[in-house]
């Protein structure tokens, strides 16, 4: 991480003295067509350098950081312009090409550019201080070799002590402290780092190097920032506005300071300095993206993921509307991180298959860029070494002559003879690193155009190597790859045989010659079969070996093993041939490696988010049932409550019982006494017994009597009821044959997907029936279709539906009538005519939203009744408004007024009835045509399905438990030239 974040400073201390030109540059669009054909015109009438070199400089940066691979050619356009009559404008295009590679990583190119601008410094005589300085850059923004750095750095500082000129010596002097300051910090040399920015910052407030100053104190905040001295880190900050009196870096400088307020906690601080960025990145989108950016990370500091997130949506939909491919590659993975955060995976797995997209068209376009700059560099020294050659039989011809016709200047012919042996050992070492380059660039181009995997990629390079006719290496060899468990495993061969593909499968540290070179990290060589080889099988007959570690970043990632013949003596050029390619070799498989673990990660990501979905599920179920245990548990302890209640009740009362059965057993006696005195009333009382039985028969026969009538009653009840649910039954069967009727009458699926293509509709009626409806046709070269919705729902709703698609019918087909104005007004006088009775007014009708589409021409012409169209062109929605008029009578009758529209490719189209926006639901609130825009607007980017079913779910949501206030149909189209 630390080192990542080392990686982003290094580029933006690079990047600081740019971004200046780059603001006003964005901020001052130009036509690059009439660019470049000024440029043409200039070089035709050979216009000085000055204006030639602007001219390629502002068509530089139009493409810097949109179509790198064009600023690319454009720098090097300018170096074959310069090279020959204006070394420092020459130096300038080779600085430009060099970090542009630097830039995208593509580091070897990089190295080959500051090396050839080194070469003509040192052949023109020029200072080369910015050379070492140059050189070191790449090794320091690769991470690979520190004390590389550190030691060009190093040189480039005694180079600049040799300048003459006073203030350019202490310029040069404190760039090259400022940079050595870097490599420090990289190494964790703190101290030595803060001792090197401070010699740079003391030396820029010497010489009141305004631009100098500014990149110093620009970095020392960084530095405090990096460090988490926080509050030294805004000082320096400060110091910077100061400074930059052109407030050409202010963006730049505010956001840095308002991330660092969000680190001290003061959130209130960080905005007010992200709204003062805003406020001077208002003319450049590439800035603006960038306030974005830093916006999101300000809130996720702040713990506040949806706003980290929308703020991150804003910076991508400006990098993409103005294509800042570098900007989307910074923005998407930590709008990837936020969405996963917030358990959006959905949205995260979409925006990650973006981001994968946009890595390989960037792969893409790199490796192209690769394979044809050193496609070039081969061209320029064949050339070259044409013309050498041309030269030199040139001089032997002259020799020749020399030699017949001068005898006495031998000593002169001597002398021209060791020259040319000279001449040709540069000759000979110039067409070695041109077949080596050829080599790397056949291996490369392997790589580029279809996806090929390590194993075969790797087979064709150790096959492309052992045919090199010029090396003198046996045509036996192989390629071993690091793997997880440390040892080597053989993935490509050539000629080996079957014994020694058995043994030298798997290759342990330390084992035979090919473990001893992983396990030293440098390569072994031997002449002929010696005790170091642990592989002996049968047959094996002498050989030697090249065995050389495949090393990235100090990680062996494999080994390359070359069979040498018997004795064959060790040479440099073929040692650093080998080390040339290994290191193209471990560039590949380190990029190979990340992709597969990419791809790795993303399914074990996938397969998490499925696991972590049906764990979801299954917590919500247990969820269910242990409220469901609880809810039983507590009726039972509410019984057990009751129960013991009763118990104590009982046990009151058998305690009074007992007390009570004492007195009882005292009074029976005295009652037994009454008995005799009882028994004579009972005899009484039975007599007046008998007397109420026969009273209680009459009753009981009164009794069945009334039975019989409520029987009877009940009889008659039960018959209404079956005779109102079979009117019901009737009443139902029509009204879903009448919802068969209308679906009948609607356009089938198969005609509306032929003639539309891309689209969706949403249809929701409220009842069975619906008052809406759409329509789809074609007649001719036009596509015509529509969203109407009639007055009422239901049954009623869908009478005027079934009339409106039949007068539709027949105005469009039949009376072949295109334009939606005309249309409308010819559909209005027949609705009214079925309505309108003498001496009454009725207001039965419809709004409706008409299109028609020319498909020749692209044009959309559009008329509404009471509904509007909606068109979203590039992220921006366009509102064409209906006239204020329905289908139907109206006190007030206005003519329908005719839109004329040119569409343009992916223009998405929407026509709606009222029923989604007039929705009741969150607080009794309507949805609101306002909210319905912001979320089409949300959902433009995504497939039409998806919009469909987000629309749905969101309807629902809002809806909740209120019932459906009207009938929904939303139309959405996407057009497609």
């Known amino acids: 991480m630390q080192q990542a974040i080392l990686k982003i400073f290094f580029l933006i201390v690079l990047l600081f003295p740019k971004l200046e030109m780059l603001s006003v540059f964005s901020q001052n669009r130009i036509d690059i067509d009439s660019l470049e054909q000024l440029l043409e015109e200039s070089l035709d009438q050979e216009k000085p350098d000055s204006i030639i070199n602007s001219l390629l400089l502002n068509s530089f940066n139009y493409y810097e950081n949109n179509e790198w691979g064009k600023a690319a050619s454009i720098a090097k356009k300018g170096i074959s312009l310069f090279k020959n009559n204006s070394f420092d404008y020459c130096r300038l295009w080779y600085e430009k090409l060099g970090f542009l590679y630097l830039r995208h990583d593509i580091y070897q190119l990089a190295l080959n550019t500051y090396y050839e601008a080194f070469n003509l410094a040192k052949e023109k005589g020029k200072p080369l201080g910015s050379c070492y300085n140059n050189l070191a850059r790449v090794y320091l923004a690769q991470n690979l070799n520190l004390s590389k750095a550190e030691n060009l750095f190093i040189q480039a500082i005694e180079e600049n002590k040799k300048i003459k000129e006073p203030t350019e010596k202490l310029k040069q002097l404190a760039y090259s402290y400022n940079q050595l300051g870097i490599v420090y910090e990289k190494k964790e040399e703190y101290k030595n780092a803060y001792s090197f920015y401070k010699k740079a910052l003391d030396i820029r407030y010497e010489i009141d190097d305004s631009q100098g100053l500014l990149n110093s104190l620009y970095t020392m905040a960084y530095y405090y920032g990096a460090i988490e001295e926080y509050d030294s880190a805004i000082v320096y900050y400060n110091k910077s506005l100061d400074v930059d009196k052109k407030k050409g870096y202010q963006v730049s400088i505010l956001v840095n300071r308002a991330l660092v ?88 797995n979409w925006y990650q298959n973006k981001y994968a997209e946009l890595l390989q068209t960037k792969n893409k376009e790199r490796n192209k860029i690769v394979q044809e700059s050193y496609e070039i560099i081969e061209d320029i020294r064949i050339n070259a070494l044409t013309e050498e050659k041309n030269a030199l039989k040139s001089d032997n011809r002259i020799l020749f002559i020399v030699i ?140 030697g070996h090249y065995n050389m570690p495949i090393m990235f970043h100090g990680k062996v990632l494999g080994v390359l093993n070359v069979y040498l013949a018997h004795g064959h003596q060790k040479k440099d050029y073929e040692e650093e041939f080998l080390e040339t390619i290994c290191k193209t070799l471990a560039s590949v498989i380190n990029r190979k490696s990340v992709q597969i673990e990419f791809e790795k990660q993303s399914k074990k990501q996938e397969s998490l988010n499925q696991k972590l979905f049906a764990q979801t599920l299954e ?20 019984k057990l409550f009751a129960q013991k209640m009763e118990v104590e009740q009982r046990n009151s009362e058998v305690e009074r019982i007992s007390k009570a059965q004492e007195e009882t057993n005292q009074k029976l006696f005295a009652q037994k006494m009454e008995v005799e005195q009882r028994n004579i009333e009972i005899q009484k009382y039975s007599e007046e017994q008998d007397k109420l039985n026969q009273k209680f028969f009459a009753q009981t026969l009164e009794l069945d009597q009334r039975n019989i009538e409520i029987k009877r009653y009940s009889d008659e009840v039960e018959k209404q009821k079956k005779n109102v649910e079979s009117a019901h039954k009737d009443v139902t069967d029509s009204i879903n044959y009448a919802q068969t009727i209308q679906s009948a009458l609607l356009p089938a699926d198969e005609t509306v997907k032929s003639l539309l293509n891309d689209y969706f509709i949403l249809f929701k009626p409220k009842d069975v029936v619906s008052g809406d409806f759409y329509y789809v046709t074609e007649v001719e070269s036009h596509v015509i279709f529509a969203a109407a919705d009639c007055t009422g729902h239901g049954v009623p709703g869908g009478f005027l539906t079934m009339l409106g698609i039949s007068f539709l019918d027949d105005i469009v087909k039949r009376q072949e009538v295109n334009t939606p104005a005309k249309a409308l007004e010819q559909l209005r ?41 909606y068109i979203i062109r590039k992220g921006e929605i366009i509102e064409y408004k ?35 926006h007039d929705q009741f639901g969150l607080n009794n609130r309507k949805f609101l045509k306002k909210r319905f825009k912001l979320l089409l607007q949300e959902i433009k980017d995504m497939p039409m399905d998806e919009q469909k079913n987000i629309l749905g779910g969101i309807f629902e949501k809002w809806k909740k438990d209120k019932e459906q206030t009207d009938d929904v149909t939303v139309m959405a189209i996407r057009w497609h030239m």
């Open 829 to 869: 006088i027949n609705v009214k005519n079925v309505f309108e009775r003498k001496g009454e007014i009725n207001q039965n009708g419809l709004d409706i939203a008409l299109c028609s589409i020319e498909k020749g021409t692209n044009t959309l012409n559009f008329s509404g009744a009471y509904s509007s169209l």
């Open 619 to 638: 917590v919500e179920q247990r969820n269910v049932e242990i409220k469901q245990f609880l809810n039983e548990q507590e009726k039972l302890n509410q």
């Open 404 to 543: 017949f016709t001068i005898v006495i200047i031998l000593l002169l012919f001597i002398f021209l003879i060791v020259l040319l042996r000279r001449s040709r050992k540069k000759h000979i070492k110039i067409y070695k690193d041109i077949r080596v380059h050829a080599v790397i660039a056949k291996i490369l181009g392997n790589i580029t155009g279809e996806q090929r995997s390590l194993n075969v990629f790797l087979q064709d390079a150790i096959e492309e190597i052992l045919k090199i006719s010029w090396l003198k290496f046996e045509t036996k060899g192989s390629i071993f790859v690091t793997n997880k468990d440390g040892n080597l495993e053989m993935i490509a061969q050539k000629n080996l045989g079957e014994s020694l593909l058995k043994m030298c499968a798997i290759v342990k540290p330390g084992q035979c010659l090919c473990g001893k070179a992983l396990e030293q990290k440098s390569m072994v060589y031997c002449d002929h079969i010696s005790d170091k080889h642990d592989f002996h099988p049968e047959g094996m007959t002498p050989h």
């Open 882 to 916: 209906a006239t204020k008029n329905p289908i139907g009578w109206h006190p007030k009758e206005i003519p329908f007024k005719n839109y004329t529209i040119k569409l343009q490719n992916n223009d998405l189209i929407y026509l709606f009835s009222d029923g989604y």
């Open 261 to 348: 307020y969000a680190y001290k906690h003061e959130y209130n601080k960080a905005h007010t300095n992200l709204n003062l960025a805003m406020d001077a990145a208002k003319r450049s989108s590439f800035d603006r993206s960038r306030v974005y950016k830093f916006q999101s990370k300000v809130y996720k500091v702040e713990g506040n993921l949806p706003l980290a997130i929308s703020s991150a949506t804003k910076a991508l939909e400006i990098a993409n509307k103005y294509n800042h491919s570098i900007l989307k590659l910074e923005i998407l993975p930590a709008l990837i991180t936020y969405l996963t955060q917030t358990k959006d995976y959905k949205k995260a």
